[in-house]
């Protein structure tokens, strides 16, 4: 059975014959139908755009799709109930089952009627009234709410306020929803006294009996004043005067024309405190202090002091007077901010009486052998607090009573009072005593009390001499000194020790005291003592430690030492420091240069070794892998290397790297340098072993710049590079198995996914490779700009900008059948609302994106002067025709200055009816028209119309 179809495109029956392959026929028929009816649709909407009414609801009715356009859909434009916030018309579109289509369309209107609304005039709050009358307005069908805080009723147009400020009435339309205001004032009575009181400058003090007070007054009015207070010694009704007391002074203002009155109150103060003046208790004057120091109070600068007194006052007018003599001082203090004085008086004491005394011996004393000592003593009236004090012959002086003296000579004697600092005269016959000395007594002199015995002085000796004559000395002990000098002025000291000698006059027989003149004797021949800083007294000099450093210790009495190394070969900057640089055996001597003992012998208290250890080590380096050579392939990717040394402790260093293994495993291809230290000397040798071979891969392997497949194209080729001049081998791998189309081993593949595809580079000869990647994305293009600006005023210059992603062609629609094909063009736009589309392609790829600029008309008002309201259908309404009015006020006034018609909204007109709705007579009637337009611009204009009817 064989089908066969045909295709037609009418309607009505249709018949088909089919003869077979024996000729015979036979016919069959069909009919075909037409199915064209359009839908109807209908549009409405939900009523019109005010100012609480900022969206409405569009309404479509028919089955089928829908699709809406107008000036401001916000949502639904493909439903059947769309909401939009603009006016004007809107179209729907409506397609059927059948694939018809009808539209219908509704339109949105807008009531925006402001209210006119006058506040009334400025008001003054007058002296005994408590409120005034707010008289507002505003026009029929609006309500009214007064703000400021009026104590009226504030809903109603005429309400009133009791406090000044400011008060806004706001009317609002009852339709349309939309508010205007309108502000009044309410002043305060401009005929209350205003003043300000004077500054008081001073106070009633005890230097100032009077003080001015007063107002300045700042208005222009006449008034009078009225003084009340305490004091008042001026006039009582003038705008200043005086007064003579403390306290609170009140002026009363009136404002002889209005009768307003404002008070005012000034304190006039006091101060007439006395100075609470005070002197501290004086110390005495006496012998030891003739001059004091008072001290009053209060101190600091508000104060002055005058002082009076029987002495020489210094600083006598400050708080700190010195005086020099006894009785009573007076001082005056004066407040110096008040006047006002204080007085006090101190009285200043006297203790300057010398004390008496007598002596205890005659005036003369004579001292014999028997006694050689004679007593010397005092009293006085002031005992105890006396202090005696006795000056000797050789004028020195001895303190107290009796006092015992041996010396020949005149002696004198002051008594002091401790109390007072007075005392007796020198000078006064009574306080001499002559001491007469038994000539006898022989008066010795010793060189020197002390000696010593050092190495350089084995036998010191001491020199004395005497007035007497003739002498005979014995020394004693006389062990310790040599024969035959123990009985001489010269006597020569072989042992430490006390010695003491006395001298005999052989004519009188008159001696010396046994301890009166004495010699001490001391040993100081000690040798230094010296230790060294190692117990073995031995150091080594080595690679690392090039010199060495002891510090010896000397134990002596004395620091005055002098040191001496031997031999030479050592540097030393100090006795506690000595550094050698050399091997050898080294000798160090002290010497006491005050006594001149030495300590030289050499032993092992003195001696230091210095031994030699600074051989440098030997070292070598084999290759102990099968290969010596580096590649990246196989088993000749490491070579390993041996270090050997003839040091017996050493350690291994490798460079580069730092590796201390004796074996070192490397990869690369180049120099390896073995450092060996010996680890007792610190001695070091480098050897160095050259490694050959390459472990460099292919240089600069780069899979090319990330890109990505056209739109319409399934494939993009990849482009892999290299600088390598070597035999190279390329190997790519994709996203998925199979990305790669063809040519995985060559350097230009053909790739069909998108990802990251990664290229690998390998040397043939080494077998070192190198990889690098590529990132491969599918094209897209995305639609995108900005305009600016988007609204304005006609004609009106808009810059496009393109921010579109991956396109390479541009087609602009400027919705005034204006086109362009730059990437960011400019275009002029004149008034009309305009969807702008750019439509932006790459390859076959393609996408659109759009803006809607709205452009107004400039601001123009043409007004006519003369309008027939008569019912015949001509010229009934004075109308305001104007373009670019965003709002626009009209009032209306007869030639006696009544308001008869008071409009604001977009549009501008007037009937010819009063408010109530009757008829104004013909007549010239006068006209205050003010618009502000789209562009911020504002036109007044006024004039008159004449009505006929």
């Known amino acids: 059975m064989v089908e066969l179809e045909s295709i037609v495109n009418g309607t009505g029956p249709y018949v088909v014959t089919v003869t077979a392959a024996n000729g015979c026929t036979a016919t069959a028929n069909t009919s075909v139908a037409q199915n064209i009816t359009p839908p109807t ?54 397609t059927a089952a059948n694939g018809c289509t009808a539209t219908a369309n509704t339109t949105v209107s807008q009531n925006t009627t402001v209210p006119t609304v006058n506040a009334g005039t400025t008001q003054t709050l007058v002296c005994g009234v408590s409120s005034v009358t707010l008289t507002g307005s505003g026009s029929a069908g609006s309500s009214a709410n007064w703000l400021g805080g009026v104590c009226g009723t504030a809903t109603n147009y005429i309400t009133t306020a009791c406090a000044p400020g400011p008060y806004t009435l706001v009317a609002t339309d009852n339709v349309s929803g939309c508010t205007n205001t309108s502000t009044v004032s309410v002043n305060s009575s401009t005929n209350v006294p205003q003043a300000t009181v004077n500054a008081i400058t001073n106070s009633i003090t005890c230097t100032n009996s009077v003080v001015a007070i007063g107002v300045t007054y700042s208005g222009t009015d006449p008034v009078t004043y009225s003084w009340a207070g305490p004091g008042i010694t001026g006039s009582t009704t003038s705008s200043v005067t005086t007064a003579n007391l403390s306290g609170t002074y009140n002026v009363t203002i009136t404002n002889t024309s209005s009768n307003c009155q404002s008070v005012y109150s000034a304190v006039v103060p006091v101060n007439t405190t006395p100075v609470p003046t005070n002197v501290a208790p004086s110390a005495s004057i006496t012998c030891l202090t003739n001059t004091v120091s008072l001290t009053a109070t209060p101190t600091g600068t508000n104060y002055t002091y005058s002082w ?22 007076v001082v005056t203090m004066t407040d110096n901010i008040n006047g006002c004085v204080g007085s006090f008086t101190v009285n200043v004491p006297s203790n300057t009486v010398s004390p008496t005394f007598t002596l205890g011996s005659a005036s003369s004393v004579t001292t014999t052998c028997a006694s050689p000592n004679a007593t010397l003593s005092a009293t006085s009236s002031t005992d105890p607090n006396t202090v005696y004090t006795w000056t000797t012959p050789s004028a ?41 000395a038994d000539s006898g007594i022989p008066v010795v002199t010793l060189a020197s009390n002390s000696l010593s015995i050092t190495c350089t002085n084995p036998t010191p000796s001491v020199a004395v001499t005497t007035t007497a004559n003739p002498v005979s000395y014995n020394w004693t002990p006389t062990s310790g000194i040599v024969p035959g000098t123990e009985t001489t002025a010269n006597p020569v000291f072989t042992a430490a020790g006390s010695y003491s000698v006395i001298v005999t006059n052989t004519l009188s027989s008159c001696a010396t005291a046994i301890n009166a003149n004495v010699v001490d004797v001391i040993l100081d021949n000690a040798t230094p003592v010296i230790s060294l800083s190692s117990a073995a007294n031995n150091g080594t000099i080595t690679c690392t430690d090039p010199q060495v450093t002891i510090t010896p210790t000397v134990t002596s009495s004395t620091a005055n030492l002098t040191y001496t190394w031997s031999p030479s070969g050592v540097t030393s900057s100090s006795l506690s420091n000595a550094t050698f640089t050399a091997q050898g055996i080294y000798t160090l001597a002290i010497t006491n240069t ?31 892998s099968t290969n010596s050579t580096i590649g990246c392939g196989g088993n000749s990717s490491t070579v390993t290397l041996n270090a050997t040394s003839s040091s017996s402790n050493f350690t291994n260093t490798w460079l580069p790297g730092s590796a201390t293994t004796s074996t070192l495993d490397v990869t690369t291809a180049g120099i390896y340098t073995l450092v060996v230290v010996d680890a007792v000397s610190g001695c070091s040798v480098t050897t ?87 990132n491969v994305t599918a094209a897209n293009v995305v639609a995108s700009f900005t305009a600016n600006p988007t609204t ?77 309201p008569n019912g015949d259908g001509s010229n009934e309404i004075f109308y305001i025709k104007s373009t670019g009015v965003k709002e626009i ?20 007109s007037w009937d010819g009816l009063t408010p109530s709705g009757a008829e104004v007579p013909e007549g010239t009637y006068f006209f205050f028209v003010k618009a502000t337009g789209f562009d911020g611009q504002e036109i007044e204009k006024h004039g008159s119309v004449n009505l006929f009817r």
């Open 41 to 94: 649709p209908t549009a409405s909407n939900s009523g019109s755009l005010t100012c609480t009414t900022t969206s409405v609801t569009l309404t479509g009715t028919s089955g089928g799709t829908y699709n809406w356009s107008g000036p401001g859909i916000l949502s639904g434009a493909t439903t059947a109930n769309p909401v939009v916030n603009l006016i004007g018309s809107y179209v729907v579109t409506v």
């Open 594 to 624: 005050l006594t001149g003992c030495v300590s030289s012998s050499t032993n092992t208290a003195n001696s230091f070794t210095v031994y030699l250890n600074n051989t440098p080590p030997t070292s070598t380096i084999t290759a102990i």
């Open 792 to 868: 304005g005023i006609s004609p009106l210059d808009v810059s496009f900008t393109d921010g579109s992603i991956g396109a390479t062609a541009y087609s602009w629609n400027f919705g005034d059948s204006n086109t362009s094909t730059s990437q960011n063009p400019n275009h002029t736009f004149t008034t009309g609302t305009y969807t702008v589309i750019l439509t932006v392609t790459s390859g076959p790829c393609i996408d659109t994106a759009s803006v809607v600029i709205v452009v107004e008309d400039g601001l123009t008002l043409e007004i006519p002067n003369v309008f027939t």
């Open 688 to 774: 160095d072993y050259t490694v050959s071979g390459s472990s460099t891969p292919p240089q600069n392997v780069d899979a090319g710049t990330n890109t990505s497949i056209p739109c319409g194209t399934p494939t993009v080729a990849l482009n892999g590079t290299t600088t390598s001049t070597n035999v190279v081998t390329y190997d790519w791998s994709g996203p998925n198995s199979g990305s790669i189309v063809s040519g995985n081993t060559t350097s230009n593949p053909i790739v069909m996914d998108a990802g990251v595809y990664t290229l690998t580079v390998t040397d043939v000869a080494s077998g070192c490779a190198a990889t690098a990647t590529i």
């Open 308 to 329: 009076s007194g029987p002495g020489t006052i210094t600083n006598g007018t400050t708080e700190n007077p010195t005086v020099n003599a006894s009785g009573n001082y």
């Open 396 to 436: 020195t002086t001895v303190t107290g009573t009796p006092i015992s003296v041996s010396a020949a000579g005149i002696y004198t004697v002051v008594v002091t009072n401790t109390v007072n600092g007075c005392s007796t005269s020198s000078a006064l016959s009574q306080a001499t005593v002559e001491v007469i």
């Open 889 to 908: 006020s009209l009032q209306i006034f007869n030639r006696w200055g009544q308001k008869l018609y008071e409009f604001a909204g977009p549009k501008a």
